[in-house]
């Protein structure tokens, strides 16, 4: 977080306080769909997998391409400084979407498979350092609306796993994983959206 200093109890005015209430909305949206999205493909990538006729050793390999993927992350702070932290949000949440859509639609093929770990890999560290390093659109002196934001990111994983659980009662794993892709890819539409207006 960057370097802040207290203002003194009284000295805001209403219209600061209105500006963080809408300020934090993108942000809050971003982190909720975004660490939904991640636990989803988390949890059942190897589901997914083994759904489409690969064999198990598929499930490993897709983690293992998914961490490596991740290294990218080292260059998260010259692409936010490049392109601004709201851009990468939107960039991030519709890898997320397509990562989600492959693995939903080409999951009989391990290539496919694979790519999707790399999509998902790359954007999912590099969201994450988003946070760190733009929050995007949270005045850096909002330390309690940063703090909202990983209480949202905590929430959101418990909630996932369970509603597409009592979804897989009834359906199959592929259409939930196009649902989720479409959802992901609507939210990053919005944030790039709100933004352009802004």
Do not use: K
Not at 103 to 131: D, E, I, M, P, R
């Amino acid at each position: 977080m960057p370097l802040v200093h207290p203002q003194p109890r009284g000295t805001g005015n209403s219209d600061q306080r209105g500006l963080l209430t809408v300020a934090i909305v993108r942000p809050l949206v971003f982190v909720t769909v975004a660490f939904a999205a991640c636990t989803f493909y988390l949890i059942f990538a190897a589901d997914a997998a083994r759904a489409g006729g690969l064999a198990g050793s598929a499930g490993g390999l897709l983690y293992v391409v998914l961490g490596v993927s991740g290294l990218v992350a080292v260059l998260a702070q010259q692409v936010v400084a490049a392109f601004g932290a709201e851009r990468m949000a939107a960039g991030c949440l519709g890898a997320f979407g397509a990562a989600l859509g492959i693995l939903g639609s080409a999951n009989q093929s391990l290539w496919a498979v694979l790519v999707s770990a790399v999509v998902l890999g790359s954007a999912f560290t590099t969201g994450s350092a988003v946070l760190d390093l733009g929050h995007p659109g949270l005045p850096c002196s909002a330390c309690a609306g940063f703090t909202a934001l990983f209480v949202s990111g905590a929430i959101s994983p418990i909630v996932t796993p369970a509603r597409v659980g009592a979804w897989l009662t009834f359906h199959d794993l592929s259409t939930a994983l196009l649902i989720g892709a479409a959802l992901t890819g609507v939210t990053a539409g919005f944030i790039a959206v709100a933004r352009r207006r802004e």
